[in-house]
């Protein structure tokens, strides 16, 4: 279904996405580019595929011009900051909107201290040249140097209808798992040394020692997508250990389906569960961390979680950025959509 109101008339976003088009990395930001159709926005996505290589970069420089001739974008959307967000604000000839997900301005402990500076360098003027600024924390919007009067704080969405509760042997029959057996669900991911495995473990093993065997179920970045919603609902609880976090999608898709959130303070979890039951914030401790797991699994109860992010449905937050995007226009897209500006395609072309 359709938005409907006042400002209706459809606005053309080119989102920019680091990486392939293809396998499941980025893909909150897929789904985010699909929600906003619902807002009246037209979409394409452009894939930068790399941000290592200078001939590689130069080559994708031309494509993303002849894109942006071709489709003529009202505005492109950045969803990273380092190279990705410097990028788009060097070669977009329309206004930008930057969003800062987590590692583009926290540490990343998986790359050299160099690169990780330079990256966060590259985000911070990414920011300066950006006409509005999302970050997905308040603890992010603290990192940056400039530009916090443009910047707003604006968590991800999550698909209402994709990702919700159903009972438990449903969920274990369509992925071949014995309904009995205790589960606690960790994302390893692309980066295991943010996510914290090693202590996860530990966690885990304390657990052990209180309700007897457990099966950790560890998610490497390669479970099909469209599996998740059943593992959300075959598990006990998801434990998070990580050092660093933006907003992590898998907290917010995991309260979807009323799955318990057992984490220690980490970027917006504790905010976005406030209120949840069961589920516990605690301290970076095997004992403690494993305590809060073993209470869930003893019980084996399920969360309120889907109640409490209501506003993070993909609706609600496509209607917030359309309303970002017409603020970032402003008289930019009334004068276009009246014909007053007008930029050929060969104007476009480096």
Same mark, same amino acid.
């Given at each position: 279904?359709?938005? %409907?109101?006042?400002?209706?008339?459809?606005?053309?976003?080119?989102?920019?996405?680091?990486?392939?088009?293809?396998?499941?990395?980025?893909?909150?930001?897929?789904?985010?580019?699909?929600? /906003?159709?619902?807002?009246?926005?037209?979409?394409?996505?452009?894939?930068?595929?790399?941000?290592? %290589?200078?001939?590689?970069?130069?080559?994708?420089?031309?494509?993303?011009?002849?894109?942006?001739?071709?489709?003529?974008?009202?505005?492109?959307?950045?969803?990273?900051?380092?190279?990705?967000?410097?990028?788009?604000?060097?070669?977009?000839?329309?206004? @930008?909107?930057?969003?800062?997900?987590?590692?583009?301005?926290?540490?990343?402990?998986?790359?050299?201290?160099?690169?990780?500076?330079?990256?966060?360098?590259?985000?911070?003027?990414?920011?300066?040249?950006?006409?509005?600024? @999302?970050?997905?924390?308040?603890?992010?919007?603290?990192?940056?140097?400039?530009?916090?009067?443009?910047?707003?704080?604006?968590?991800?969405?999550?698909?209402?209808?994709?990702?919700?509760?159903?009972?438990?042997?449903?969920?274990?029959?369509?992925?071949?798992?014995?309904?009995?057996?205790?589960?606690?669900?960790?994302?390893?991911?692309?980066?295991?040394?943010?996510?914290?495995?090693? /202590?996860?473990?530990?966690?885990?093993?304390?657990?052990?020692?209180?309700?007897?065997?457990?099966?950790?179920?560890?998610?490497?970045?390669?479970?099909?997508?469209?599996?998740?919603?059943?593992?959300?609902?075959?598990?006990?609880?998801?434990?998070?250990?990580?050092?660093?976090?933006?907003?992590?999608?898998?907290?917010?898709?995991?309260?979807?389906?009323?799955?318990?959130?057992?984490?220690?303070?980490?970027?917006?979890?504790?905010?976005?569960?406030?209120?949840?039951?069961?589920?516990?914030?605690?301290?970076?401790?095997?004992?403690?961390?494993?305590?809060?797991?073993?209470?869930?699994?003893?019980?084996?109860?399920?969360?309120?979680?889907?109640?409490?992010? %209501?506003?993070?449905?993909?609706?609600?937050?496509?209607?917030?950025?359309?309303?970002?995007?017409?603020?970032?226009?402003?008289?930019?897209?009334?004068?276009?959509?009246?014909?007053?500006?007008?930029?050929?395609?060969?104007?476009?072309?480096?």
């Amino acid at each position: 279904m359709r938005l %409907s109101g006042p400002h209706t008339e459809e606005i053309r976003a080119l989102h920019v996405i680091p990486g392939q088009p293809e396998g499941s990395v980025m893909i909150f930001a897929r789904r985010e580019a699909g929600s /906003l159709r619902l807002a009246g926005i037209r979409v394409e996505s452009f894939y930068l595929t790399s941000r290592t %290589s200078l001939r590689t970069l130069v080559q994708e420089w031309r494509r993303f011009r002849r894109h942006v001739a071709e489709f003529r974008p009202h505005i492109v959307h950045a969803h990273f900051g380092t190279l990705t967000g410097l990028f788009c604000v060097a070669a977009s000839p329309v206004p @930008v909107i930057l969003t800062f997900r987590g590692t583009d301005l926290n540490p990343d402990p998986m790359l050299p201290r160099w690169r990780t500076d330079l990256g966060r360098f590259f985000s911070r003027i990414s920011a300066i040249r950006a006409r509005r600024v @999302v970050c997905v924390t308040e603890q992010l919007k603290r990192r940056l140097w400039w530009g916090r009067q443009k910047t707003c704080v604006m968590p991800g969405s999550v698909n209402f209808d994709l990702f919700q509760p159903m009972e438990r042997e449903e969920a274990c029959e369509l992925l071949g798992w014995e309904p009995q057996t205790k589960r606690v669900l960790f994302n390893f991911g692309r980066f295991p040394v943010i996510k914290r495995p090693d /202590l996860a473990a530990r966690a885990v093993d304390v657990a052990r020692t209180i309700v007897g065997n457990i099966d950790l179920i560890q998610l490497d970045g390669n479970t099909p997508p469209e599996t998740m919603p059943a593992v959300y609902n075959a598990v006990d609880c998801i434990l998070v250990t990580s050092d660093w976090e933006g907003s992590p999608t898998i907290v917010r898709e995991a309260m979807a389906c009323n799955l318990p959130i057992v984490s220690v303070d980490v970027g917006d979890v504790a905010e976005m569960t406030q209120g949840a039951a069961p589920g516990t914030i605690a301290e970076r401790d095997p004992a403690k961390l494993g305590q809060a797991v073993a209470d869930i699994l003893k019980s084996r109860a399920r969360s309120n979680g889907r109640s409490l992010i %209501s506003h993070l449905n993909e609706e609600v937050v496509a209607g917030e950025v359309r309303r970002l995007y017409e603020s970032a226009l402003g008289r930019e897209k009334a004068q276009a959509h009246r014909g007053m500006r007008s930029t050929s395609a060969e104007h476009l072309l480096p």
